[in-house]
């Protein structure tokens, strides 16, 4: 069974930087998608970043394109994101997971082992 744990959340001022981490674990997950979501207070989750584990590609949604980068460590089983310039908007608990496509990754509704999440709170 996949499990799926995020970390390296926390406070941080307007402008600030984090990186989060998701280590993934249970299956091979070569040729598969991991992405990362996020669920802010009283809205629904929204897709954020999504890498294909092996090739590279990335995906971003427009609001956080320039300023959040999505990488992944094969040797570690972990993908992670670095966030820059941070923004008020960016608070939100944030949550990884993966699929087999980007499609399944866009349509999040569908996604099974989602992981505890890590909290980002972005002060302005």
């Known amino acids: 069974q996949v499990q799926l744990v995020e970390s390296g959340g926390g406070l941080v001022q307007a402008g600030g930087s984090l990186r989060l981490s998701c280590a993934a674990s249970?299956?091979?997950?070569?040729?598969?998608?991991m992405g990362w979501f996020r669920q802010a207070p009283g809205k629904e989750r929204e897709f954020v970043a999504a890498i294909v584990w092996s090739a590279s590609s990335t995906y971003y949604t427009d609001s956080v394109k320039g300023r959040f980068t999505i990488s992944r460590d094969t040797a570690k089983n972990t993908v992670y994101l670095q966030m820059n310039s941070l923004k008020p908007e960016d608070t939100a608990v944030y949550y990884c997971?993966?699929?087999?496509?980007?499609?399944?990754?866009?349509?999040?509704?569908?996604?099974?082992?989602w992981g505890q999440g890590t909290q980002v709170t972005v002060s302005s």
């Open positions: 249970g299956r091979t997950f070569s040729n598969y998608y």
């Open positions: 997971n993966t699929a087999p496509s980007i499609q399944a990754i866009r349509n999040w509704k569908a996604l099974r082992s």
